[in-house]
């Protein structure tokens, strides 16, 4: 039990006795905000390697068809060497070294393209392999890509990749209020300092502003 130190009036000093073994918990965010129509990103670069153990996702006028997630990106972007035509399976980045970035082998799932201004995702699809500069995907591609698409190495989601372009996945959104994601019986593997947690919006074509807060509770590997 704490000790308690007799204060002023009603007010009193609460020593506390750290408990020994407990992980710390830490606490940070990201903000958004969009147009109707639109796609709007916010990235959380790891500061340091934790876990994440759950997510506060608060959402202000949104209306239907709006929807969200979040994915663990890698923060090194690529572009393609050459176009890569719809039909096909596979994504030339130019450089085994880059490649290595998307290899299913260093815990890359899937690949993300995202248009030349890099504020429109276009279409997600699995990563079967990589040989070489070549990344070989599970499917064929439902666009065409020009060499000024940024490619992005998506390494876990909390969503299903589902829909002809994997983008129809994520949490329903509608009106405002609050959320606890939160898994109480389990936490994340550690995600390493320079991760990125990426909270993802696409809103509808109903005209107005959307706003979104995601605060990730995080904790400390043991020690």
Partial sequence: MPAETPGIGLVRTVEITPVAGGSKMDVDGVFLSAIAGAWARADYTMPESLHVQGVY????????????????????LATPAVQADAGQADVNVGAPALAAVFDPTNGARYLEFWNAADDTLIEVVKIASVSGSVVT???????????????????????????????DGGFRLLNSATMLLRNEIGITAILPAGLILSLRLRTSVVVGAREMAVSYIFRKPEA
């Fill in 137 to 167: 995907l599970a499917s064929n591609l439902q666009e065409t890509h020009a060499t000024d698409v940024t490619l992005r190495a998506r390494f876990d989601g909390f969503s299903p990749v589902r829909g002809t372009h994997g983008l």
């Fill in 57 to 76: 996702a608060h959402w202000k006028n949104c209306l239907g068809g709006d929807y969200a997630w979040i994915v663990v990106t890698h923060p090194q």
